[in-house]
């Protein structure tokens, strides 16, 4: 079975501040893909990265970084230098290499306060 | 703008009444799907649409009822629902067999009453 945890339900930091979001997910396939989105309060959820289980290098976009760790079934999203704007609920997702199903974590609510 | 619009953005109706949901996308994509979340809840997937034919219907009650009349056009018709039905209702599209990323609507949220 397919499953993606986000322990923290909410976590409220201060601008500049860095945040990361916890994600951790079970499957029993060797090749699955990684998701982080991002909802703001607009609703509409926006697409920030997708990661294949083959692909272990951690990744940097500007003030976003990924950790992904097979070896604990992680992939954690830091925010640097965290902004108001950051504030939005994010999800972790998973999919498996075939089918249209992607599973998704219950969300973090991060809120970034001036 | 995703390239992907819900309408009504809000719904408020009673237990008795149809009504129904409308999505369209306008990213060319071959797949759509409509996902339901609820307070506190993940993302639960409704019903995935692939070249206009249902392929996954994830044991959803019958009071909802998807229809996909093109690969542009996705409606989730709503009959006799009940308040736990109350949720932002999301529309999303996907390009190929094995897609890349979805791309989501605004939602529409469902108050039941």
């Known amino acids: 079975a397919q499953k993606v945890t986000q322990a923290q339900t909410e976590i409220s930091v201060v601008e500049k501040e860095d945040v990361t979001l916890d994600c951790v997910y079970e499957?029993?396939?060797?090749?699955?893909?990684l998701f982080w989105y991002k909802q703001p309060p607009s609703g509409e959820l926006v697409f920030l990265i997708r990661?294949?289980?083959?692909?272990?290098q951690n990744e940097i976009s500007g003030r976003y970084s990924w950790n992904f760790q097979k070896s604990t079934s992680s992939f954690n999203f830091t925010i640097t230098a965290s902004q108001v704007v950051d504030s939005a609920v994010y999800f972790c997702?998973?999919?498996?290499?075939?089918?249209?199903?992607?599973?998704f974590g219950p969300g973090t609510r991060l809120s970034v306060l001036p | 703008e995703t390239g992907v619009t819900q309408t009504p953005r809000h719904l408020v109706m009673g237990m008795t009444n149809k009504k129904s949901l409308k999505c369209e996308q306008h990213l060319g994509h071959n797949a759509m799907y409509w996902y339901k979340q609820s307070a506190k809840k993940p993302l639960e997937l409704m019903f995935v649409y692939s070249l206009e034919e249902r392929v996954e219907n994830n044991s959803v009650p019958s009071r909802f009822s998807p229809e996909c009349p093109n690969s542009s056009h996705l409606f989730l018709h709503l009959h006799t629902l009940q308040p736990e039905d109350s949720a932002l209702y999301l529309c999303a599209s996907s390009q190929g067999t094995v897609p890349e990323k979805l791309f989501f609507g605004s939602g529409t949220q469902l108050s039941v009453l």
């Open positions: 997702a998973l999919k498996r290499n075939y089918g249209q199903n992607f599973v």
């Open positions: 990661r294949n289980s083959f692909d272990e």
């Open positions: 499957t029993r396939d060797t090749t699955y893909y």
